[in-house]
């Protein structure tokens, strides 16, 4: 007895056609079926046959798989500041599951689900500690569960996922992610495993200088968390060499990185205030196309200051070019120093080209929004919102094709 099962993503409902290679055996030849989804899975029971069959699906606009993105940083590198800017251009604020664990790492909205990476640790607090690892390194986190329960939710499955519980230093009992829209997995290792790297539809790396990782670090926890400068300087230093082995590799695999660089406008600053920010953007990547300065393809030094935009010491300068990166033809946006007036922004939007917007001064518009955010006057603010529009068309795009193509599900 061959069981067909076939689940459906929610909301839609899917009409199916049952097919065989040797149609003789299964006793029909294509029997319709109609799979009404109830945002659950639904199943239909197939005929006395072992032989393989194939599904095939034409699904309604809108009934596609998660759309999966992969964010990959250190701790304390602006990962939640960048999910609260992406959320943001889905439109609606990222929460807590409601009713479920009060320190669960996930944050959902209309449109996305993004979960944390942490919760993939197979060991605890005390477990790292007695076997001498640190939760950067691959042994103290489960892969293969990561990788099945992407796949699951890929999939349109959804999954009981594990909570690691960073007041406790426990692995609590799983909460219920049902599959979204689109789903963010953001961590340490979004990339690390080839299984849960191939799940990706997009993939971005937040790559910041150690000098800077350094000041963040200070800021957020000698200010807020009452750590002192000696604590703050052994953590980074203890975890330097997992980082260096485990987490910094990813970025070669990513589809933007956005580097984050002491100023190179005040000649050897150590204040960390100014940044230097470069969007490093892969060529050739589908349903994504690099953002642009005056012209595509060319090289451009811009330093905008002036009539239209309002510069105090040391200025702003804009970059943009074509470079290499581990091998692969990037284009590079390059911004250092920040701005004085946020407003003015439009003017440096109003030149920048395919930023996916759907309005003119879109861009500036969600920077406005989110003026209080850390790195709002700067490229770490500016690039993080463009990623945003950039993954929102890419989504876009992703969903109208498949809506277009057929889905094919095999069984033997
Ligand atoms: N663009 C930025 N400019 C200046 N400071 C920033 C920026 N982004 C983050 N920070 C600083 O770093 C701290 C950590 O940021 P955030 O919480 O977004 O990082 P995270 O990667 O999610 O951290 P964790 O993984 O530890 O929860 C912030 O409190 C802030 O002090
Ligand atoms: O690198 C980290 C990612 O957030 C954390 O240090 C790791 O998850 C362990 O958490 P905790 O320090 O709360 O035990």
Redesign the pocket.
């Known amino acids: 007895m061959a069981i067909c099962t076939v689940y459906t993503t929610p909301s839609l409902n899917s009409t199916c056609s049952i097919s065989t290679t040797s149609k003789t055996q299964l006793g029909f030849h294509q029997k319709q079926v109609v799979f009404y989804s109830s945002g659950k899975k639904t199943s239909k029971r197939g005929s006395n046959t072992t032989s393989p069959y194939v599904i095939t699906c034409s699904t309604t606009v809108g009934d596609s798989k998660t759309v999966v993105i992969g964010l990959a ?11 609260r800017r992406l959320t943001s251009v889905f439109g609606g604020a990222a929460e807590p599951p409601k009713g479920g664990n009060p320190d669960s790492n996930t944050l959902i909205s209309d449109t996305t689900t993004v979960i944390c990476l942490d919760d993939y640790h197979s060991l605890d607090r005390t477990g790292r500690k007695q076997k001498g690892v640190t939760a950067l390194d691959p042994r103290a986190n489960d892969f293969d569960l990561m990788y099945e329960q992407v796949k699951a939710i890929k999939d349109g499955i959804p999954v009981e996922k594990p909570i690691y519980n960073h007041v406790t230093g426990l692995l609590d009992p799983p909460e219920l992610i049902k599959p979204p829209k689109i789903l963010v997995i ?2 340490l290792h979004p990339m690390f495993d080839s299984r849960v790297r191939d799940l990706l539809d997009f993939s971005i790396y ?1 790559d910041i200088s150690n000098e800077v990782k350094f000041a ?2 200070i ?2 926890d000698m200010a ?1 968390r009452g750590h002192s400068l000696e604590s703050i300087k052994a953590s980074i230093e203890a975890r330097k060499p997992d980082f260096d082995a485990y987490i910094d590799p990813q970025k070669q695999y990513a589809d933007a990185v956005i580097e ?1 660089l002491p100023t190179q406008l005040i000649p050897d600053d150590n204040e960390g205030k100014i ?1 230097r920010v470069r969007l490093i953007m892969k060529e050739g990547v589908e349903f994504f196309n690099p953002v642009y300065l005056f012209d595509e393809g060319s090289t451009v030094s811009w330093i905008p200051c002036g009539r239209k935009l309002t510069c105090s010491y040391p200025g702003i300068k804009f970059y943009y070019g074509p470079d290499t990166y581990f091998g692969h033809e990037v284009s590079v946006l390059e911004m250092d120093g920040q701005f004085d007036r946020l407003d003015e922004l439009i003017y440096v939007e109003s030149h920048l080209s395919n930023i996916s917007t759907k309005f003119y001064g879109e861009v500036t518009q969600q920077m406005l929004k989110h003026a209080d955010f ?2 709002s006057s ?1 490229g ?2 500016l690039f ?1 919102t463009i990623v945003g529009l950039k993954i929102r068309d890419l989504y876009e795009q992703l969903i109208s094709t498949k809506a277009k193509t057929p889905v094919e599900a095999t069984k033997a």
């Open positions: 940083a250190d701790s304390g590198c602006g990962k939640s500041t960048f999910m953001e961590g937040l963040w670090k800021q957020r807020e984050v940044l850390p790195g700067n770490t603010g993080q």
